[in-house]
C-alpha cells in the first residue's frame, strides 16, 4: 500500500497534525493550490449531512479536483452490494473515498478493500475532521493546545471519543463529564490513558468546566438513537451548558459545539448566540482543515 487512510486522528502524528494545520492557515487567507487537478473524491454518504458534504464538495473544488456524491439511495449499496465490491470499483474510478457511514467497521471494510485511500468523514465511534477542525479554531484563538484544559460536557459519543484520542495527539488536559451510563467507550479512554493523556471524568460538569478554555457539548441523542430522545433529556438534564456553567470555565473560555444544536437542551440559546460562542468559526474551519486534509492524505506518500 503506498497510500493512507485517515479513520482516527490516531492515524496522525502531532507533526502531521501541525502541517495540516499550517497548510489550513495558508487556505484562510489565500486560494488554495490546486493540488487535486485532475483527481476525483467521491463522497459516500449513508448519513445525513450537511456542514460535512457541502465543506467537503466545495473544498474539493477549491483545490481543483471532481467530488462525486454518492448516497447509499440511488446506489446498488441499496440493493445490497456487498461493500468490499463498491470499495474496488470506487478505487477504479477515483482517487480517494470520503465516507459518512454509522458502524466504524463498514468504514473500516471500505479502507480494506479499497486501494485509494480513505477518510472518515463520521462513523457512530469517531468523527475525526470535525475534532481537527475544532483543534485548528482553538489553536487560532490560543495558541498550541498542548497542557491547556478543554472540557467535554455530555454524552460519550463519537465526538468525546475523537477528542480523546486528539488529547493523546496534541497533549491537552480533558476533562469529560457525562452522565453514568453514557460515559465515553472504555476501550478508548484506557488506551489513551495508557498512552499518557491527561484525561479525567467528573459526574460534576462544574468540576470538568472549571478553568478549561473550552467548553464542548453536542446534542443528547445523535442520529439513530431519537428513539431514546425522551429517556436521554431527563438522563442529562443537569447537563446543559448555561450561563452558570459556562462561568465556572476560564475568564477568556468559548462556547463549542460541531452542530446541529437543540437550544434549550444541551445548550440555552444565550450561549450559543452569545459573544463565547465560536460555533460558526468551528464550522467555517471545517472547510480550511478539510482541505489540507485532503491534501496531506492524497499527496503524501508513506514512507
Not at 449531512?49 to 456524491?69: K, Q
Not at 484520542?165 to 476501550?187: H, M, R, V, W
Not at 495508557?194 to 459526574?203: E, F, P, R, T, V
Request: include cysteine; hydrophobic fraction near 40%; glycine fraction near 6%.
Amino acid at each position: 500500500m503506498d497510500h493512507r487512510d485517515l479513520l482516527s486522528i490516531k492515524d496522525l502524528t502531532r507533526k502531521d497534525v501541525g502541517i495540516i494545520f499550517d497548510k489550513a492557515r495558508e487556505n484562510m487567507n489565500a486560494d488554495p493550490v490546486k493540488s487535486l487537478a485532475g483527481k476525483s473524491v467521491v463522497l459516500v454518504f449513508e448519513k445525513a449531512s450537511t456542514r460535512t458534504r457541502i465543506s467537503f464538495e466545495v473544498g474539493i473544488a477549491r483545490l481543483g479536483g471532481h467530488p462525486v456524491i454518492l448516497a447509499k439511495e440511488g446506489s446498488q449499496m441499496a440493493r445490497g452490494e456487498p461493500l468490499k465490491d463498491t470499495a474496488r470499483i470506487l478505487s477504479g474510478y477515483c482517487d480517494c473515498i470520503v465516507m459518512r457511514t454509522f458502524e466504524h467497521t463498514r468504514l473500516e471494510e471500505m479502507a480494506k478493500w479499497a486501494d485509494i485511500p480513505v477518510i472518515n468523514a463520521l462513523t457512530d465511534l469517531l468523527h475525526p475532521c470535525q475534532v481537527l477542525a475544532d483543534c485548528f479554531t482553538l489553536d487560532l484563538r490560543f495558541g498550541p493546545l498542548a497542557d491547556k484544559k478543554i472540557a467535554w460536557i455530555g454524552d460519550g459519543n463519537n465526538m468525546a471519543h475523537s477528542w480523546i484520542n486528539a488529547s493523546t495527539i496534541l497533549g491537552f488536559e480533558l476533562a469529560l463529564s457525562c452522565p453514568q451510563g453514557y460515559e465515553p467507550d472504555k476501550t478508548i479512554l484506557d488506551e489513551a490513558v495508557k498512552q499518557g493523556a491527561k484525561i479525567s471524568l467528573a459526574d460534576d460538569p462544574y468540576k470538568a468546566a472549571a478553568g478549561s478554555i473550552a467548553v464542548n457539548t453536542d446534542v443528547w441523542a445523535s442520529m439513530g438513537q431519537e428513539g431514546e430522545a425522551t429517556e436521554r433529556k431527563d438522563v442529562f438534564k443537569d447537563f446543559q451548558v448555561d450561563s452558570s456553567l459556562m462561568s465556572s470555565a476560564h475568564r477568556d473560555a468559548v462556547f463549542m459545539h460541531c452542530l446541529p444544536a437543540h437550544r434549550g437542551e444541551e445548550v440555552t440559546d444565550d450561549i450559543i448566540e452569545g459573544p463565547r460562542s465560536i460555533v460558526w468559526e468551528q464550522a467555517r474551519n471545517r472547510l480550511y482543515v478539510q482541505e489540507a486534509v485532503l491534501d496531506f492524505i492524497m499527496n503524501t506518500v508513506r514512507g
